[in-house]
């Protein structure tokens, strides 16, 4: 049995079968209180838990197993840089907690530091650091431990969108030569889209949908990660029906035809996307549509107008509701 | 979303002060200012009396009389020993009381600081009947090695480590505090054990308290005077410190005390401005 095997479950919180292989990026994703954080501690070994948790066959919960014993390498949104050790000591911190000689450990930090192209602010404090560079440092912290399992909560949350596209390059760079297993939370499609290999998506403490990236953006089985990817998605009995915001048709009365599918609605929200205006509608469901502008001001569709959805069958995909099809 | 819930964050908040906002925020009322002043008077004006009234031109005969330079060196000698109990002592307690769960905790919390409000000589009487040679502990100590602690310069030392400590404690514990365990879990998943964590996250981020809760204990060390002439006494030599040198003074030769007084408050203001300067040099 190689690599991880998990049922975790935190009473009142969570209960989330997971495993991953090795070599394998899972990202987790979901709402806030979905039990991603929760998940990730409790792998760490850093809140209680039942259930089991078992990584190479061996049991990590069973007696519960400190998080100092279990080699996980986690990275957390802040850094959490040690702020009175220099960027070389806080990587060299992990294999010195192991017992390697000094030296030897600046050794290897120092390595890790080229590894992430910082070689040059071994000797910086962690207070001098950009956000971007401090979160390699602490990437390479975690990493300098060689983890059987590297636990990353939201690594780019704190970081300017520029930043974090280039560390999220890089990253992909790192995971793909690092052979443990990867969890990585995320509330950013585009982290899970490329940074994972499989998408595990939590909503109250639940898997409500698991899959590979493209999957779980083209057939999203809840409402969060329908707004992630921005697609509309509407149970209907036991099928999921999806479309795209840009296949909507907006009008001021009951559309006659060919439309299937059709929704009475009050406008709740609007603002420019991309090229057209996005409307949030809100009714029985709250449903997005793109029109073009000159669409808004010649039907005045501003915030609190009553409107029309409607959708061709050709446009929307549908399939089922039941979880493992 | 992060772990943080699950952890007490206690990053430092920024402060954040502007300059003009007195300005814009009007005249200060007179119902605050008057209290003020009348605060700073009290502070300020027997300081300056006792500087204005102090027969300087004894200084040099008090500083070559022996039994000053007696009383000094004892105090220097119990003060900077008091540190170190308290250091050793304390630094582990307040470790205790602000990292460790352990059933009865919020009751030793409490009892800690018991002698902050207890009143010194009261101090001094229930060290007398915890060590005395016929209290509860010193009856052990006399039986069975013949150590008698009241009236030694080691009972001056308890004495000032008794009402130093919790005043250290309650500054170690508050760094602690402050700093949070968040780094203590990031030690932790790296490897290292409590006493790595400990020694190499733990209190070096909980220095500024460390240094700030010694000095706290120096300068309640340097003036400690009741629980000390109740369980120490006051002999020239062994257990007369300034403070009960400046006493016993008082009552034949006014003057002197004066200087004496003068030398004590000189010394402990310098010491102190030294460390503070020192202290924000580093940060």
Redesign the interface.
């Known amino acids: 049995m190689t690599g991880l095997e998990a049922h975790v479950e935190v009473p009142g919180r969570l209960q989330v079968d997971l495993s991953a292989a090795h070599g394998e990026v899972v990202a987790v994703i979901g709402p806030n209180g979905a039990g991603k954080s929760t998940l990730l501690a409790a792998l760490a070994g850093l809140v209680p838990q039942r259930g089991s948790v078992s990584v190479d066959g061996r049991p990590w919960n069973d007696p519960p197993l400190d998080v100092r014993d279990r080699g996980v390498g986690l990275v957390f949104q802040d850094q959490r840089l040690f702020p009175h050790l220099s960027a070389l000591a806080n990587v060299a911190f992990g294999p010195r907690s192991h017992g390697v000689p000094r030296a030897e450990a600046e050794r290897r930090a120092q390595a890790w530091l080229d590894r992430f192209g910082i070689r040059d602010l071994a000797g910086r404090r962690p207070a001098t650091l950009s956000g971007g560079q401090a979160q390699r440092v602490a990437i390479a912290r975690a990493l300098a431990l060689d983890p059987v399992l590297l636990l990353l909560d939201e690594p780019f949350a704190s970081l300017d969108v520029g930043v974090a596209t280039g560390l999220r390059i890089e990253l992909a760079r790192h995971l793909d030569a690092f052979d443990g297993i990867t969890v990585l939370v995320t509330h950013d499609a585009i982290d899970a889209l490329t940074l994972a290999d499989r998408v595990v998506v939590l909503d109250a403490g639940r898997v409500a949908q698991i899959g590979t990236p493209l999957e779980v953006a083209g057939r999203p089985r809840t409402e969060h990660v329908a707004r992630l990817v921005g697609l509309n998605v509407l149970r209907e009995g036991e099928r999921f029906v999806a479309f795209s915001p840009s296949v909507v048709t907006v009008s001021l009365t009951e559309p006659h035809g060919s439309a299937r599918h059709r929704w009475p609605g009050v406008i709740a929200h609007a603002a420019p996307h991309g090229g057209s205006v996005r409307l949030l509608v809100t009714g029985a469901h709250d449903l997005l549509a793109d029109v073009t502008p000159a669409s808004t001001t010649e039907l005045r569709l501003t915030p609190g107008r009553e409107v029309w959805l409607s959708v061709k069958e050709s446009s929307v995909e549908t399939y089922s509701a039941s979880v493992g099809s | ?7 007490p964050d206690s990053r430092t908040r920024e402060r954040r002060s502007d300059s003009a906002a007195g300005a814009r925020l009007g005249r200060p009322p007179l119902l605050l200012v008057i209290p003020a002043v009348l605060a700073s008077a009290l502070l300020v004006v027997p300081l300056v009396s006792l500087v204005l009234d102090t027969p300087w031109s004894g200084l040099r005969s008090q500083l070559a009389s022996s039994s000053v330079r007696q009383a000094l060196w004892l105090t220097l000698l119990v003060s900077l020993c008091t540190v170190a109990a308290c250091v050793v002592l304390g630094t582990p307690l307040a470790w205790l009381l602000g990292r460790v769960m352990f059933p009865g905790r919020a009751l030793l919390r409490a009892l800690v600081l018991v002698p902050l409000v207890l009143p010194p000589v009261v101090a001094g009487v229930a060290l007398i009947t915890a060590l005395g040679r016929t209290g509860l502990v010193g009856r052990w100590l006399y039986e069975w090695w013949g150590v008698t602690i009241p009236y030694t310069t080691v009972a001056v030392v308890i004495s000032h480590t008794f009402v130093a400590l919790p005043f250290y404690v309650l500054s170690v514990q508050g760094a602690l505090e402050s700093v949070g365990d ?2 203590d ?9 409590r006493w ?1 964590t400990f020694r ?2 733990t209190m ?2 909980a220095l500024p308290g460390v240094l700030a809760g010694a000095a706290l204990a120096w300068a309640r060390s340097l003036g400690e005077f009741g629980a000390t002439i109740t369980f120490a006494g006051n002999y020239p030599g062994t257990t007369q410190t300034m403070p009960s040198k400046i006493y016993t003074a008082l009552q034949s030769d006014p003057g002197a005390a004066r200087i004496l007084s003068m030398i004590l408050l000189v010394l402990s203001i310098g010491v102190l401005v030294g460390l503070r300067s020192r202290w924000l040099a580093r940060t």
Do not use: K, Y
């Open positions: 979303m992060t772990i943080e819930p699950l952890l968040r780094f879990v990031v030690a932790a998943g790296l490897g290292a054990d790595t190499r996250v070096p981020l």
